[in-house]
């Protein structure tokens, strides 16, 4: 279950170890950079391109770039802000037929650059595209490891992929989207979906604040997910190995998937309302009245309790309501709570 992750453990453990080696060496006075297969380990300050420039009007943007961050900034002009090592391949841009291109040289097949002592600000590599068009008509980013924040930017069509590192986003419009990771966390807040999002992530967390979704799918192998104060009219959640957690929030059709990790929607939640949690608890805070409500509840190992009285076997409830819940669990306790 955890072998991706044990691995890149492993690896982290041993770029630390030759780390330490590369400073150990510099202290006796060897190089200064460890350059190898496009590995640089920098011990200190090293050479930065640094280029700010304003730029022309565009309404699509493609970047292609591997760095330690960049940003998508709302602003009153277009211009952009790169500062990276010219230990790094070399970041070129252009605009043609009103589309914003970004681009690294693909000359390395690894581009990674880790400095010592804490990772000296100093040398960190990033960009900054600062946005002035309200609403852009696509956004797609593509990167293997740099973090990404987008602030205030708004794209019809969003695309980002990302391998390992995180992304935060904050106040997006659109009308639709997907973000696909392998390892790291998603920060969403303030956002607004037209139509469909999707979002994948391998290993790490997704956390979603204050925002409404018309079509939310999720899919994560292992970690949690959090939804906040947020208005998804249908969604599909499928986690392999962690939590589901959806707090003050509304839905008007739920289907959830678990393998093992433990289930709680509190808020309201009309429609089809379907949860099926084969290793873990269930538990359900609803805004609405029993009577509102049909439901079958189906649990193989575990109890079961609604309003607080426990209950054996499968217990089905039919009040012909067009709010349905079913849940279906194998091992473990199930417990749902209507409004009294």
Same mark, same amino acid.
């Given at each position: *279950?955890? @072998?991706s992750?044990?691995?890149?453990?492993?690896?982290v453990?041993?770029?630390?170890? !030759?780390?330490? *080696?590369?400073?150990?060496? &510099?202290? *006796?006075?060897g190089?200064?950079?460890?350059?190898s297969?496009?590995?640089?380990?920098?011990t200190k300050?090293?050479?930065?391109?640094i280029?700010?420039?304003?730029?022309?009007?565009? +309404? =699509?943007?493609?970047?292609?770039?591997?760095?330690?961050?960049?940003?998508?900034?709302?602003?009153?002009? =277009?211009k952009?802000?790169?500062?990276y090592?010219?230990?790094?391949?070399?970041?070129? &841009?252009? $605009?043609d037929?009103? =589309?914003?291109?970004?681009?690294?040289?693909?000359?390395?097949?690894?581009?990674?650059?880790?400095?010592?002592f !804490?990772?000296?600000?100093?040398?960190? /590599? &990033?960009?900054?595209?600062y946005?002035?068009?309200?609403?852009?008509?696509?956004?797609?980013?593509?990167?293997n490891?740099?973090?990404?924040?987008?602030e205030?930017v708004?794209?019809?069509?969003?695309n980002?992929k990302?391998?390992?590192?995180?992304?935060?986003?904050?106040?997006?419009?659109g009308?639709?989207?997907?973000?696909? *990771?392998?390892?790291?966390?998603?920060?969403?807040?303030?956002?607004?979906?037209?139509?469909?999002?999707?979002?994948?992530?391998?290993?790490?967390?997704?956390?979603? #604040?204050? /925002?409404?979704?018309?079509n939310?799918?999720?899919?994560?192998?292992?970690?949690?997910?959090?939804?906040?104060? /947020?208005?998804?009219?249908?969604?599909k959640?499928?986690?392999? &190995?962690? +939590?589901?957690?959806?707090?003050?929030?509304?839905?008007?059709? $739920?289907?959830? @998937?678990?393998?093992?990790?433990?289930?709680?929607?509190?808020?309201?939640?009309?429609?089809y309302?379907?949860?099926?949690?084969? @290793?873990?608890?269930v538990?359900?805070?609803?805004?609405?009245?029993?009577?509102?409500?049909?439901?079958?509840i189906?649990?193989?190992?575990?109890?079961?309790?609604?309003?607080?009285v #426990?209950?054996?076997? /499968?217990?089905?409830?039919?009040?012909?309501?067009?709010?349905?819940?079913?849940? +279906?669990?194998?091992?473990?306790?199930i +417990?749902?709570?209507?409004e009294?």
């Open positions: *279950m955890k @072998y992750k044990l691995v890149i453990k492993i690896a453990i041993i770029i630390f170890a !030759g780390t330490i *080696m590369a400073f150990i060496g &510099y202290v *006796m006075g190089k200064t950079n460890i350059k297969s496009g590995l640089y380990i920098s300050n090293v050479n930065h391109i280029k700010n420039e304003e730029l022309g009007e565009f +309404n =699509n943007v493609d970047i292609d770039v591997n760095l330690d961050y960049i940003e998508l900034i709302k602003s009153d002009k =277009n952009i802000e790169l500062n090592s010219e230990d790094l391949n070399k970041v070129d &841009y252009k $605009i037929n009103n =589309n914003l291109t970004i681009k690294q040289e693909s000359k390395k097949l690894v581009d990674i650059n880790i400095n010592l !804490g990772f000296m600000e100093e040398n960190k /590599s &990033y960009m900054k595209l946005i002035s068009e309200s609403e852009l008509e696509n956004i797609k980013i593509n990167s490891y740099t973090d990404i924040k987008i205030g708004s794209g019809n069509v969003v980002i990302c391998d390992y590192a995180n992304l935060d986003v904050d106040n997006l419009n009308k639709s989207g997907n973000i696909s *990771m392998k390892d790291g966390n998603i920060d969403l807040s303030n956002i607004k979906i037209e139509d469909t999002f999707e979002l994948k992530n391998s290993y790490g967390n997704i956390g979603i #604040s204050n /925002s409404q979704f018309q939310l799918i999720s899919n994560i192998n292992d970690g949690n997910i959090e939804i906040l104060n /947020s208005i998804i009219k249908n969604s959640i499928t986690n392999d &190995y962690g +939590n589901i957690n959806l707090v003050d929030s509304y839905s008007e059709g $739920i289907n959830i @998937y678990c393998k093992d990790g433990r289930v709680e929607l509190d808020g309201s939640f009309r429609g309302t379907t949860i099926d949690n084969k @290793y873990g608890n538990e359900l805070d609803l805004d609405n009245y029993e009577k509102e409500y049909g439901y079958s189906v649990n193989k190992y575990g109890s079961i309790k609604i309003n607080d #426990s209950m054996e076997g /499968s217990i089905i409830n039919n009040n012909n309501s067009e709010n349905t819940i079913n849940v +279906n669990c194998t091992d473990g306790n +417990n749902i709570n209507f009294k």
